[in-house]
């Protein structure tokens, strides 16, 4: 005879009517965060703006949220995805408002879409990236480049919880730019490198070309490099927002003979959540706050202000 006081399983759980795929921003301090510390955050904030989050069944039910692609802890994003499982029907944007009040600074939502598909079904061949090097002149990053593309392979090693595993990072990268920008606040300047990397298994990081880039030229510079992810997706689409983007970096333009014809821009129009430019690499929608706690998203204390006040997303 079964214990009445022992745990049962739940059968009883409200069925998923609506998926909504969530990009979001990591910026500021809340690049240091891991993975399981930003999917603890968006955990809360989903219960506290009153998203009907679907759960999965038995003795521990967990709420259904997916991630895809997450950026390494120590990088920025501006392309950042997950998928929220909903029991009932929510207008995108109220969910979007009611979520990015929520979270903490540093974690902004840029946009809230709904998908024919699962964030499964979408595909991440590629990443755009921006990486920012202190005390590196152009002419050194422009060497530095040119000697790393001519290269047949660079081979590295990163220590992970299985061991050291050794890849190669020039194989994983599509295409690279070296340009310079002044900082005239410090009079001073410092290089960018614009990368597509492909992901490979295993996945080469942007701190492993940088590894290989110090191997093969000496590249090393004055202070941590600033990564940042600008786009993900498909690797012709993400190809097409570095062209488009390319402003950004002016400079030394280098491809690889590893690059597909890019298509043009227009011809990229967006058709889903990471086709939508990508528009990280144009900067968020969202107004910065001059009083900001980490100065580049909104001040925390007006969004718990509007969490307070909000009755949570419009659904039914």
Known sequence: MPNPSSPTRSTDQAPVVQRLIVRYAKRSRMRFASHR?????VERAVRKAHVPIAYSAGFTPHPKISYAGAAPTGTASEAEYLELSL????VGSEVRDQ???ALPDGID???VTEEDGSLGAMTFEASLWDVVLPGIGPDEAAAAVETFLASDGVQVERLTSKGIRRMDARAAVVSMRAGWRADQSRNAGYAILRLVVQQLTPAVRPDDILTALRQVA?????????VTRLAQGPLETVA????AAGGAAQGHVKTTRLDAPLASPAAAGPSSA?????????GSARAHAPR??????PDARDRAQRSRTSSGPQCG
């Open 99 to 101: 979520l990015d009040a």
């Open 292 to 297: 900001s706690l980490t100065g580049d998203s």
């Open 109 to 111: 939502v840029i946009d």
């Open 37 to 41: 510390d930003i999917a603890r955050a």
């Open 274 to 282: 990471y086709d939508q430019l990508l528009r990280g690499a144009e």
């Open 87 to 90: 029991t009932e029907v929510c």
């Open 240 to 243: 097409a927002a570095a062209q």
């Open 218 to 226: 000496g590249l090393k510079p004055s202070s941590p490099p600033l």
